[in-house]
């Protein structure tokens, strides 16, 4: 499994394991460490949470596997994020959705974070989504106290613009380790928006979410993502491989280390983007790919 260096202290290996649906795989707790387990057999060793999934449960559950399986946590570097809230039983006061960044709402995210994952130390806390309600000073300041109490290695952001970046980059010492964004051959907006180009010229690696769409390309509704899944899979017959094997390749193609988070909880669906690592698209495969979403040719 190649691996990333995102910090002198800090590496992820290239394909990522995202947990936003654990909950819907219905495995036990055994079944799940098993399951963790296995990733770390193939060399998946990252392994990307949010305190939001599963309605606010789904860290638990990854903690019940650290509960009674703790030496896997060392062998992982746990990526967690903060910030969003909706209304939900966990959180009775929340009436409305939004996103938080003041000081003491990072702090105690991080912290029951920890909690709920049974675990003492965040490798990285990621902002899930930027907020016009940002305060850089109050997030630095968060930062460095989350990090001086040992409690959060580094720290990242997701779904951030290039301004957005910028301004929290400017407000911290240490670098940003990441951008968790959205890529795949039916979401081109950081392709178009000159983010991949920022986070290259920065050289920050990003982890990509939703490297299938979620699963949208499978059962297409749109034309455009009809027109891109039947391109994809002339390619896929051509070289012998099938339609995700391409989707993942594709992202690969694209400078600067992408990350993919696969979200399957299949083994044999996570086998195709590690495998994938060795396919090559050829330059005028993976424009086919690009033009088959845009309806139109390039320029
Ligand atoms: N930062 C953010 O804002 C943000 C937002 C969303 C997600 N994320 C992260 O990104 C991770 C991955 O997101 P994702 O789950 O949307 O990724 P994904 O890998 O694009 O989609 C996974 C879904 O596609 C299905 N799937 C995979 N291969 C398939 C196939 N060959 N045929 C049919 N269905 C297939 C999976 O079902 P099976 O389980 O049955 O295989 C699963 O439901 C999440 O777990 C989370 O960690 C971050």
Known sequence: MQRIQLANDLSFSRVIHGEMRSLEWGMSVDDYQGFIEQLLARGITTIDHADIYGGFEGEAFLGKVFAQAPSLRDQLEIVTKCGIQYPNPQYPTTYTTHY????????????????????????VLLLHRPSPLMDAQAIAKAFVDLKAAGKVRHFGVSNFYQDHFNLIQAAIDQPLVTNQIEVSAVCHEHID???????????????????????????????????TKQAIEEIATDLGVSVDAVLYAWLYKMPNNLMPIVGSGKLERIDVAIDALELTLTVQQWFTILQAQMGHSIK
């Open 100 to 123: 938080n960044y003041e000081y003491e709402y990072i702090i105690q995210q991080a912290e029951r974070s920890l909690t709920t994952l049974q675990i003492e130390t965040l490798d």
């Open 193 to 227: 928006n000159g983010n991949l180009d920022f986070l290259q010229c920065k050289q920050v690696a990003p982890m990509i979410w939703s490297p299938l769409a979620g699963g949208r390309i499978f059962q297409p509704q749109s034309a455009a993502d009809i027109r």
